[in-house]
Nanobody, 123 residues
Framework: EVQLQASGGGTVQAGGSLRLTCAAS????????IGWFRQAPGKEREVVGT????????YYTDSMRGRFTISSVNDKNLVYLQMNNLKPEDTAVYYC????????????????WGKGTQVTVSS
């Protein structure tokens, strides 16, 4: 059984930083893309970014590129999301998710996801 556990959310002021952690079990990273999507109140889910378990290549949605960084420790099945220069519009529930290789990276195409962690950015 695949399980994903996200942690590290909280409340920060605009301009601050947070690091989210995703602990995965029941899966081998090498065959998948692992990453995050988020959902803000009243908005559609959107992909934050992903990392390839095979070669470590990363993908970020444009609005987050340069502020957010995804990294992984494959042999420990951990994925991190470092978020810097946070903005109030980054307030959302962040979900750790897994996509099969070759899948179009949309929230709807995620194969697995866990319970989210709340990130709140105050102005």
């Amino acid at each position: 059984e695949v399980q994903l556990q996200a942690s590290g959310g909280g409340t920060v002021q605009a301009g601050g930083s947070l690091r989210l952690t995703c602990a995965a079990s029941g899966i081998i990273f090498d065959a998948y893309h692992i990453g995050w999507f988020r959902q803000a109140p009243g908005k559609e889910r959107e992909v934050v970014g992903t990392i390839s378990g095979r070669d470590g290549s990363t993908y970020y949605t444009d609005s987050m590129r340069g502020r957010f960084t995804i990294s992984s420790v494959n042999d420990k099945n951990l994925v991190y999301l470092q978020m810097n220069n946070l903005k109030p519009e980054d307030t959302a529930v962040y979900y750790c998710a897994i996509w099969e290789s070759g899948t179009y990276l949309t929230p709807q195409a995620a194969r697995y996801w866990g319970k989210g962690t709340q990130v709140t950015v105050s102005s």
